[in-house]
């Protein structure tokens, strides 16, 4: 809306403003409002020509009646002789208050489906109310030209009285909705509001006392299918359900420049207050490009509440932040996909009111596309030597990841839309036949370093011919012949999002070597089949260096220590393109298996971006670091945690984490998992961690079978010189004490640590043949605080199973001694009976996780 709004002096007559103030073209490049123009700018108001001088309706002998506007005026009749008001509205020419005013009725008698309140003189407390009911395909619009004495803006809201637009037909105010308020304004131009949920309420309620309250308006029944600005409509995008102003945009609505057009809630005219809308961007391509226009008309000294932020990503509170707007201007920005948000955010209501939001049009930028074959020339004269010799077998294929990167360009666009993709030179990359020359067939070749294998991922494709005239074949190796590994068949699309923007499941592809083909076989030309295309992604993964691949899962790898090497660093995954697709939760698991003879180390030396969530924060402890939650369950939270096979939760850390606990070490002679889990995952937008591993020989825990009738083990020892102080030790040791001989045996177990039960314990087992891993009842917990123990089992109990379980910060220390009677001396020996805590013999428990009760209890 436009500038200059002048402030009225006094609370003297109403004064109708002549009906060509209201042509379009006033202000039009701040705002457009429908133009209400009924007759001659000399008349008395918008339906009284003159006042005296036409025959009376209600006396044909009379002459000195009011004279109408010939086109949609009616005289008031006998009570008010010198009034014209629009036809259907005659009974409200003493009192224009609590009136309905339906579309079709005024259409059908006036002939116009626009018209003119004026509001009685009221006394306040007041309250009048004006039922707008549009017809089919129309917008409720009000143009506010004059307000007396209707309340006072007290700097973030209206006191005292209001006159507001409410798109509903309960007549009840809403405080989401915009309310105008003043002593004596004129507005110039008007305050515009729209209103587009069908039947809509004008209430004018005065809430203290006044000697007079009235207002000026005209209203009109705008037709959403018009050329003219005022008929705006979202176009090209999807209203987000259960929403009330959030929208989402896709390229293939939206490939016609200008067609996708979206604005501020109620444009052109003024928004409500206090809304925050987000317009979701979304593309199916990773080189496709965003390009906005966008209008803006915001309170110039308000950036702070009333504003549009710009976001790389879907959602403010993880996302860069590109760019924000305000005041009145013109911005054309462009930035890549995959997603950007456009979020707007209106403060309370201020005056003057001449402000009006914004109107933003969108268009997806594709890569070129050429359907002339290509002459590019090889971009390297040693390539057409090399490929002719990787064509000749396997080992050369071999060889080819060898080859300097001064040698061979990164992406080798040979003749037509072949292509070569090397895993010495990129390890990961994105394709697609778009921006390529046509061709029939379009082959492309990824060859990897020897203990490499291909990852592929197909974001979209488009298959058309009929009958399998058009396919896609995987093969493994660099030929393309035989029979291929995987085959697409024409008729087929597929794209990477719904309708709703929601990206569709990977459909991912992993190859048995270190070499795979990839061809698009296409028949007749680019104009008899219209355009076929293939998009997609890939990863060269070394799994020496970085793990074997799991089947049929995205990124889980496994290390093992007899054939992973023995040190290396890892990161947190979703940075490659293959991730750029992903979205919602996303959890990665990267196992370390240490060998008999080993365990494995963990150092986080670095982490940024875990998120300050005021619901979870970490503990470091004795017994090592864990996450503390309040509401949500930690799957909803981003964090990084350690779990065994069994999914027990070693350790974690998510929301606050004070840096000075960083490095954070785990050491474990048995496999764990690290698991990274985002809860809420967008390309590139996850938290990120730098960890060091490394498998250690020691043996000093693991599985062992014990058949000797007596013994002695001891904890041995480990450097912890240069440990730092969040250093912990993950432990699992399992004994089997198997004798075929008869006996009574007894075990003592001691240490000097004097530690809780949830720092480390050991267990007594029965063994049970029947359990997957042979542990039966528990029989007896020993822990630290006891300091010695010794336990004496039941005669004959041959095969028993010791556990010790710990996760301390002080490597556990102890000894463990056993010994056999063989000769039975007392058969009244049964089984132990549940002893008191102060029963220094035995101590009996039930089947239960002891150690893992033993942790929550302690945290």
């Known amino acids: 809306m436009g500038a200059g709004r002048g402030r009225g002096g006094g609370a003297g007559a109403l004064l109708l403003l002549p009906p060509l103030l209201l042509l379009l073209g006033v202000a039009r490049a701040q705002v457009a409002w429908t133009p209400i123009y009924v007759d001659g700018n000399n008349q008395v108001d918008l339906w009284t020509q003159e006042a005296q001088g036409c025959p009376c309706n209600f006396d044909p002998a009379r002459e000195d009646c009011a004279c109408c506007v010939q086109d949609g005026g009616c005289q008031c009749g006998k009570h008010m002789p010198n009034r014209c008001i629009q036809c259907g509205l005659e009974q409200h020419c003493g009192r224009m208050c609590n009136v309905t005013l339906d579309s079709r009725f005024l259409t059908s008698r006036s002939g116009k489906t626009f018209g003119q309140i004026k509001s009685p003189s009221l006394e306040g407390p007041a309250f009048c109310w004006f039922l707008l009911q549009p017809d089919v395909g129309q917008r409720v619009e009000v143009q506010v030209y004059r307000l007396v004495s209707a309340g006072r803006f007290n700097g973030t809201s209206c006191e005292g009285g209001f006159l507001q637009l409410v798109g509903d037909p309960d007549l009840i105010p809403s405080p989401s909705e915009i309310q105008i308020c003043g002593g004596n304004e004129r507005f110039s131009p008007p305050v515009v509001m729209f209103s587009d949920r069908g039947t809509a309420s004008l209430l004018f309620i005065i809430n203290e006392k006044t000697h007079r309250s009235q207002f000026l308006a005209y209203f009109s029944f705008t037709s959403v299918s018009s050329a003219g600005d005022v008929a705006f409509r979202v176009r090209g995008g999807h209203h987000v359900k259960d929403t009330e102003c959030d929208w989402m945009f896709q390229e293939y609505l939206c490939r016609t420049p200008g067609y996708c057009v979206f604005a ?30 966008i209008t803006s008309l915001l309170p110039y000294t308000h950036c702070r509440t009333h504003n549009i932020a710009i976001y790389q990503g879907s959602a403010p509170y993880n996302s860069s932040l590109l760019k924000t707007i305000c005041g009145s201007r013109n911005t054309e920005i462009t930035y890549p996909g995959p997603e950007l948000l456009v979020e707007f955010s209106s403060g309370p209501a201020v005056p003057p009111y001449d402000y009006n939001g914004f109107l933003a049009t969108l268009e997806f930028i594709e890569p070129t596309t050429s359907t002339e074959p290509s002459t590019t020339p090889i971009l390297n004269p040693t390539v057409p030597r090399i490929m002719s010799d990787v064509m000749k077998s396997r080992e050369a294929a071999r060889k080819i990841a060898d080859v300097s990167p001064t040698t061979v360009s990164p992406r080798i666009t040979r003749i037509k839309c072949d292509q070569i993709f090397l895993g010495n030179i990129s390890r990961s990359g ?37 009958s399998c005239e058009t396919v896609v074949e995987i093969y493994d190796g660099l030929t393309g012949t035989g029979k291929p590994r995987h085959q697409l068949c024409s008729p087929l699309a597929r794209f990477a999002r719904d309708p709703g923007g929601r990206f569709l499941g990977q459909q991912t592809f992993i190859s048995s070597e270190n070499v795979l083909t990839l061809i698009l076989r296409r028949p007749g030309s680019p104009l008899t089949l219209g355009e076929e295309f293939l998009n997609g992604a890939f990863l060269f993964h070394d799994e020496k260096m970085d793990g074997t691949l799991r089947p049929d899962t995205l990124c889980d790898v496994d290390y093992y220590g007899s054939s992973s090497l023995l040190r290396g660093h890892i990161t947190n995954p979703g940075t490659h393109q293959l991730y750029w697709n992903l979205e919602g939760t996303f959890r990665c698991l990267q196992r370390f298996v240490p060998a008999v003879n080993q365990s494995i180390l963990f150092t986080v030396t670095a982490l940024t971006g875990l998120f300050m969530d005021p619901n979870c924060h970490t503990v470091c402890g004795e017994s090592g670091c864990h996450c503390v939650t309040k509401l949500s369950p930690i799957s909803q939270m981003d964090h990084l945690s350690f779990i065994t096979d069994e999914g027990k939760t070693v350790s974690c850390i998510c929301g606050e984490l004070q840096r000075e606990w960083l490095p954070i070490g785990l050491r474990s002679w048995s496999p764990l998992r690290i698991a990274y889990s985002v809860a809420n995952y967008s390309w590139m937008q996850g938290f990120q961690y730098t960890a060091e591993y490394s498998f250690i020989t020691d043996g000093l825990c693991g599985y062992s079978v014990i058949s000797d009738l007596s013994g002695e083990i001891h904890s041995g020892k480990v450097d912890t010189s240069t440990v730092d102080v969040n250093y912990f030790y993950f432990q699992e040791c399992v004994w089997l004490f198997d004798s075929k001989t008869e006996r009574q045996l007894s075990i003592e177990l001691t240490t000097e640590q004097n530690r809780s039960c949830a720092a480390w314990n050991m267990t007594i087992y029965k063994y049970d043949e029947n359990t997957i891993d042979n542990f039966g009842d528990a029989l007896h917990i020993f822990c630290p ?12 109990l041959n095969i028993v199973i010791l556990r010790l379980q710990s996760v301390t910060s002080a490597f556990p220390e102890f000894t463990i001694r056993w010994f056999s009677q063989t000769e039975f001396k007392n058969p009244g020996i049964a089984e132990p009976a549940l002893s008191s805590r102060g029963n220094q013999e035995s101590r009996f428990f039930p089947v239960m996780e002891i150690f893992w009760i033993a942790v929550l209890m302690c945290t």
């Open 264 to 293: 501020s809630p109620g444009y052109p005219g003024l928004y409500p207050p206090m809304r925050r809308c987000k317009y979701y961007i979304a593309t199916s391509s990773i080189q496709t490009m965003v390009h906005i226009n």
């Open 430 to 466: 994105h394709f697609d036949t778009k921006n390529k020359p046509w061709s029939p067939n379009c082959t492309m070749k990824f060859i990897g370093r020897s203990s490499d294998v291909v990852h592929l991922s197909l974001f979209s494709y488009q298959l058309r011919a009929p």
């Open 785 to 796: 605080e006891d300091h010695k123990r010794k336990i004496t089992l039941p005669w004959n």
